[in-house]
């Protein structure tokens, strides 16, 4: 089970939290933090479900719903937005037929914004799970997409 061996690698410290949700997110085919994840870190950390559910809504990186197995985070922020990314935030709802927030219909893809990625001599820029890529256009993405739907 992997949860198990998630909480092997940690101290039982309240320290831990965000490490130990991270890490559980990340794991988690479907990257959001479910019930069972929440009551895990409650039990392993001995702290009450609602400190931990707490802890993952305050924080915007976790998601209690399921998402795809890539997210995309396109950057927002306005060094990326003078280089064109609101065009290709509408190129991506358009191409994967989501808004901001959702997931495509066959689970591969969740569409969300970021500010700077700090990679802004690149912009406009975006991650894909943990992969930074820049100097993005409406082909560079069509062939990302594409790569990740073939090695999926
Ligand atoms: S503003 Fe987009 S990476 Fe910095």
């Not at 707490?54 to 719903?65: C, E, N, P, Q």
């Amino acid at each position: 089970m992997y949860r198990e061996e998630i909480l092997k690698k940690y101290e039982p410290s309240l320290d831990n939290i965000l490490y130990i949700l991270h890490d559980l997110q990340d794991n988690n085919p479907q990257h959001y933090i479910s019930k069972e994840d929440i009551e895990v870190c409650a039990n392993f950390l001995n702290i009450p479900y609602s400190y931990v559910h707490g802890v993952v809504t305050f924080y915007s990186m976790f998601s209690l719903k399921p998402r795809g197995r890539y997210i995309i985070r396109l950057c927002e922020s306005p060094p990326c937005h003078l280089m064109g990314s609101e065009s290709l935030l509408e190129y991506l709802k358009k191409k994967l037929n989501v808004k901001i927030g959702e997931t495509t219909k066959d689970g591969m893809f969740t569409l969300e914004l970021t500010s700077c990625l700090g990679i802004c001599g690149v912009a406009p820029a975006m991650m894909i799970n943990d992969e930074m890529v820049g100097n993005l256009t409406p082909e560079r993405i069509d062939a990302i997409l594409e790569e990740r739907r073939q090695t999926s």
